[in-house]
């Protein structure tokens, strides 16, 4: 990342001064790997008047420009606002903006001030996060809509496949930009793999609704809840006195088998709402790869019972069908988790 100048002009004759804080001295947790060509505006040194503090960065911009490109610079710049009244009775006014990224910020007023030219053609996932924050916080969707569509056309290939340190900027971006496959499909490894709440887990207050966090969260844990109900609708039937299996003791043989294995993986008794630590994608492997003996020799492989609602009061299978059942039920469970969809 190329170290921000303490002074950028976008207008040489803006009528306001952006006040931002200079954050190159900050811990590096993003890899904002922007194409440096071209991203700073015209650079000018740092003698003009203003009260910036030492380590602070002054943007010289148009106020017609910011108010036509966004309705909330427009209602700060004209609408009563302390800015607006210093902007009507002195001709200028500044705004301190501390918690804005001045990077995304630069790019962002490049874009406003029509100097495209100096507009990176491509960045990381860092980026275009401090990106989309500043353009849900603005409203700049429209203004800047070609661009964030290249940008993240680019870094399609990118999304995790997997749970990745990044998701949440994923999915924040994808949110903002309202891209709704890419929002599906993060979403769904967040409600397949996600171990918990998924508030608080980035050290940025990203602009993802509570109630999109609160759905995946319902789904993890409703998942969770389904594969344990799995696993204990089989051993209640098994303690039933009605066999289960026709071949002799191969009931108990199946009931011992699958406690013991689910206490070989510290998973006896089950584990209970909020399933804290857990996600769907390791406890289902983990019921998947239980090895469960039975009498009869019939692992699953044949005779297959599937699982339907009223499974307990079920009894026509002979034989023991119960490793199919659980993957059939998981998989059926998996199904469910498909991400969510951008509404409109
Ligand atoms: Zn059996």
Redesign the pocket.
Known sequence: MTSMPDYVEFDPDGDVVLLLRNRDSNKGQDKDNTDSEGTSGAEVPADVDGDAQPDGIQMRVSSSHLALASSIFKRLLKGGFAESLSLNSTGTAEVRLPEDNPQALQILLNIIHGHVKKVPRAMGIGMLTHIAILIDKYCLHEVTEIFTDMWFKKLKGDIPGSFAKDLMSWLCVTWVLRKSKAFKDTTKIAMRESEGHLEGTTERDLPIPASILDSLEKARQGALSECCDTIRTIQVAYVQPEM??T?PN??A??LGGLIKALTSQGLQPLPRPPFTGLSFKWLASNFKKMSLP???G?NGHFRTHYYTEDFENSHSHA??GIKRTIIDRLSLIEQGLQGLELEG
């Open positions: 289960q299996c071949y191969c009931d043989m199946a039975t009498l009869c019939v034989e023991c």
